[in-house]
């Protein structure tokens, strides 16, 4: 094809030909960097599947990715976590996810906070990782403080007891799941979660930041994470997941998680290309228009939020908050099911009601005029205090079927168990946890309180003290709740006492020898008849409005007194005996009309909370400041051309020096209609600082053509697909145009190219990529630029692929240098080793080891 040379004659080493479903798809990033995985997205049944593939032609797992409630849904991108350990997808209708490597289960599904999301169209996504190195205190952390402030509700909350692990029911399995011949593995776990827990900006979850003992299902977990990462840096920490749309907006994630805001750079334009500032929190983003192309010159978008730990202690107080009232609301879900039961439970007091039936169902057959509820009670308070029954209630009580010691006992267990449940969660679970979650929002408001450094969060005072009021009654009603369930058991208990006390006396051989003494107490099981038999008191916890009531309607006296006026008060007590000499009564307080529905107050709560820390989330993005290129001082001379082509396929390296942490230059290679007769490739670099809003720009140009075999036959070829590989390689795929034929994949060098210099035909501030890449073509007609053989280091001609289009990506990472190549019209996929260093067997151990 070109100035072949001996490595020509050397061609790729071939590790593996995958057969894949009928068109899938191949993206440019599916390659992980650092291990021998690739990602493939197969249609099946008009939904997209995601699928792991070992390079050596194995299949790791497959998964389901599509939302329930989204109809045709597509990916659009991918990108891999820092870490090599999650997957990112952006989805349309727009959606993001990240998928665990080891199952492609679903682990969180980051928001999206801005409005126009909804109808918006993601394009493309970016992965950040922290470079900047922290820096060492030379004081030693003896009390493993870590990042915690002494004094803040972290450093209290984490040397707490740890709150007793809890269900997680929200990646439960349907029915229809379980009995369908799908393989589990091939479903991705798609949780059930409440709107304010699913829409709460939070950071991967971390149960024992909020002081939450882990279930031994997610130590297990997170013990696996753990092993498959413990050789590589905590590299996601601190990184950033960066999504782009179509309406010119960015979408910031902190750990790849906490939404930190949607940044509009440029109103109706896309972002072609993104990178960042190793040593500052500044992103460089190419806009993309239909109408004005790309832009040369990067717009600057600094974040300078992220430089301090704002966003950091905000998202982790943020993740701890939802994490503790996810738990309470979890319990209270529980507590709800057990009490009144669910579609598929019985609820524990559903026995006493259906009990009480049956007994208006006798009374009815034994000709009762009026049969219900208030009758039965009626009739068993007779019997209680007098001892004397009607017919109805002595044959009920008296018979073995409704009253047998099994049906009892039966009965007995399934309450004294919900009621003692009832009374050890809510103490010991729900009223620690919103008591925690108090804490963090005493914290906030005294960040509310400091507008010079957090003024941007937008935390307003009002909001935060009627949550942290909502707290506080969800602490008291939880508190009130054990000791209700408490008086609850005792009464249920003595019920039983003297239910069973009846039914001796009632039994057949029974006489005035063998009767049993009573044992129960006649007030508490009047009390049981009356408030708990059909209609508890239990039931205003889960049936009730939300509690909204004051300390004054709990007794609290309403003249706040100090200190000082109430111990004048004493000794005037007790100077006058008078005052205490007869002790004055005290009534009883009826607190029964007060709304005490726990199960709602915490769901309110979740809405309250998660808006305000919604709103605090986006601060980041709300002190963005964005630089587009300064027009005003252009650089370069001579008229601006206005007519953009935008049909054609451009790839962007951007190569750095100093171990990869300064920017050198950037290169463009571009072929499609704007670059002549489509038989040429453009390579364009270009040397500016990024710094800079206006720099000077030196631009060289290289026009490769893609003629000739190397022999001396005029042979035209039809490039498929080109990717930059390292700093140093472009991996191109070719075919003889105008004719099927074997494809061939060929490594160009790029850097040691003679690049010529270009002259902008305009200010560079004005220029696209576009525009100067059709300046180089239009020079390169008129002779002014010189055109070169393309040259071909390596090649290798593919086994099929001898018609349609092929699929490129490409892992130029050093211990990988691997290529991967799609043959989209008979599925089937290509894996190149690009350099041949490595031989079937030492891949095959490699690839045991990482998997």
């Given at each position: ?5 001996d ?23 599916a390659?992980?960097?650092?291990k ?23 299949k ?7 939302s ?22 952006i989805?349309?209708?727009?959606r ?47 009390f ?15 040397h ?24 589990s593995?091939s479903m ?41 990462s ?10 950033i ?16 998680s ?28 190419h ?9 040369l010159?990067?717009?600057?978008v ?5 430089s ?13 908050a ?13 507590l709800?099911?057990?009490?009144l039961?669910s579609g598929?439970?019985?609820?524990a ?16 057959q ?29 044959d009920y ?17 399934t ?14 679970r ?5 008591q ?10 005294g ?6 450094m ?9 909001d935060?003290?009627?949550?942290m ?6 602490i ?34 029974a006489?005035?020898?063998s ?8 007030l ?11 209609n ?15 300390p ?6 309403r ?32 607190l029964?009309?007060l ?13 309250q909370c998660?808006?305000?820390f ?9 002190a ?13 001379s001579?008229?601006?051309v ?7 396929t451009?790839?962007?390296?951007n190569?750095?020096h ?7 230059a ?10 002549g ?5 453009c390579?364009?670099r270009?040397?500016?600082d ?21 022999v001396?036959?005029n ?17 191109v ?6 004719a ?8 160009v ?9 270009l002259?902008?035909?305009?200010p ?14 239009e ?14 280091r ?40 690009i ?17």
């Amino acid at each position: 094809m070109t100035a072949m040379n001996d490595h020509v004659n050397r061609p790729f080493v071939s590790l593996a030909k995958l057969s894949l479903p009928v068109s899938s798809r191949l993206l440019p990033s599916a390659c992980c960097p650092d291990k021998d995985l690739v990602v493939i997205i197969s249609p099946q049944n008009g939904k997209d599947h995601v699928s792991l593939w070992k390079m050596q032609g194995s299949k790791k797992w497959q998964v389901d990715v599509h939302s329930v409630s989204a109809r045709n849904e597509t990916i659009v991108d991918l990108v891999w976590s820092p870490d090599g350990q999650a997957i990112a997808l952006i989805h349309h209708p727009p959606r993001v996810t990240v998928h665990s490597i080891q199952d492609g289960h679903e682990e969180y599904s980051p928001p999206l906070v801005h409005k126009s999301s909804e109808s918006a169209r993601l394009t493309g996504v970016w992965w950040f990782k922290n470079e900047k190195q922290a820096e060492a205190d030379s004081i030693p952390d003896i009390f493993k403080r870590g990042s915690d402030i002494s004094g803040s509700a972290h450093s209290i909350i984490k040397h707490l007891p740890l709150l007793d692990p809890v269900s997680d029911n929200s990646r439960a399995l349907t029915a229809a799941q379980l009995f369908s011949f799908q393989n589990s593995s091939s479903m991705s776990n798609k949780s059930d979660l409440p709107e304010a827990i699913a829409t709460w900006p939070t950071l991967p979850s971390d149960l024992l930041l909020a002081s939450i003992q882990p279930t031994e299902a997610a130590r297990e977990q997170e013990s696996s994470r753990l092993e498959d990462s413990n050789q590589s840096d905590d590299s996601t920490m601190q990184s950033i997941l960066v999504v782009s749309d179509d309406t010119g907006r960015i979408h910031c994630f902190l750990d790849g998680s906490y939404p930190l805001g949607a940044i509009l750079v440029r109103e109706g334009s896309t972002t072609s290309s993104l990178r960042s500032d190793p040593k500052n929190p500044v992103f460089f983003t190419h806009q993309r228009s239909q109408v004005s192309g790309t832009t040369l010159i990067p717009t600057h978008v600094e974040l300078p939020s992220l430089s301090t730990r704002i966003p950091r202690d905000l998202a982790k107080t943020s993740t701890t908050a939802r994490e503790l009232l996810w738990y309470a609301m979890r319990v209270l879900n529980e507590l709800h099911v057990v009490w009144l039961g669910s579609g598929t439970q019985i609820g524990a007091r559903e026995p006493g009601i259906r009990w009480l039936k049956s007994l208006d169902d006798i009374q009815v057959q034994m000709g009762a005029s009026v049969a219900d509820s208030t009758t039965s009670t009626l009739e068993l308070t007779l019997l209680l205090l007098v001892g004397r029954s009607s017919e109805a209630v002595s044959d009920y009580i008296g018979s073995g079927e409704q009253m047998s010691e099994r049906g009892l006992q039966k009965w007995e267990s399934t309450v004294a168990e919900a009621l003692v449940k009832m009374r050890d969660f809510s103490e010991l679970r729900v009223a620690p946890a919103c008591q925690r979650l108090h804490l963090l929002l005493e914290e906030i408001l005294g960040w509310s309180h400091l507008p010079r450094m957090y003024g941007a969060c937008e935390l307003k005072e009002d909001d935060i003290i009627q949550a942290m009021t909502m707290t506080s009654h969800a602490i008291f009603s939880a508190s009130w709740l054990s000791a209700a369930a408490r008086r609850e058991l005792s009464r249920f208990k003595e019920f039983m006492k003297w239910l069973r006390f009846e039914i001796s006396n009632a039994s057949p051989v029974a006489d005035s020898q063998s009767l049993n003494p009573p044992r129960h107490d006649v007030l508490e099981v009047n009390d049981y008849l009356t408030k708990g038999l059909v209609n508890s008191e239990i039931d205003a916890w889960f049936c009730d409005g939300v509690p909204n009531f004051s300390p004054q309607d709990l007794g609290v006296p309403r003249d706040n007194q100090n200190l000082s006026a109430a111990i004048k008060r004493a000794r005037s007590a007790l100077c006058d005996p008078s005052q205490t000499a007869w002790v004055h009564p005290v009534g009883y307080r009826d607190l029964s009309h007060l709304n005490k529905n726990l199960y709602a107050l915490t769901k309110d709560l979740s809405n309250q909370c998660q808006s305000i820390f919604s709103r605090a989330a986006s601060a980041t993005a709300r002190a963005a400041r964005c630089k587009p290129p300064d027009m005003s001082h252009s650089v370069g001379s001579g008229p601006c051309v206005t007519e953009v082509h935008v049909s054609h396929t451009i790839r962007e390296w951007n190569a750095k020096h100093n171990q990869g942490t300064t920017f050198r230059a950037q290169y463009l290679a571009a072929y499609g209609p704007l670059v002549g007769d489509g038989a040429d490739l453009c390579v364009l670099r270009l040397a500016y600082d990024p710094m800079v809003p206006s720099p000077e720009m030196a631009v060289g140009a290289a026009v490769l053509q893609s003629t000739g075999d190397g022999v001396g036959n005029n042979v035209r070829y039809n490039i498929l697909d080109f990717d930059f590989f390292d700093d140093d390689t472009l991996v191109v795929v070719f075919r003889g145009n105008g004719a099927a034929g074997p494809t061939t994949v060929a490594t160009v060098g790029f850097s040691d190219l003679r690049y010529q210099e270009l002259q902008p035909i305009g200010p560079v501030n004005e220029l696209s990529r576009e525009q100067l890449i059709e300046h180089a073509v239009e020079e390169r007609k008129a002779g002014q630029i010189a055109a070169v053989l393309m040259p071909i280091r390596r090649s290798y001609v593919l086994a099929g692929c001898i018609s349609g289009e092929v699929s490129l990506a490409l892992n130029g990472r050093i211990g990988r240098r691997v290529a991967c190549v799609l043959d989209r019209k008979e599925a089937i996929l290509e894996v190149l080793d690009i350099e041949g260093e490595m031989d079937e067997g030492s891949w095959d151990e490699e690839d045991e080891e990482e998997a």
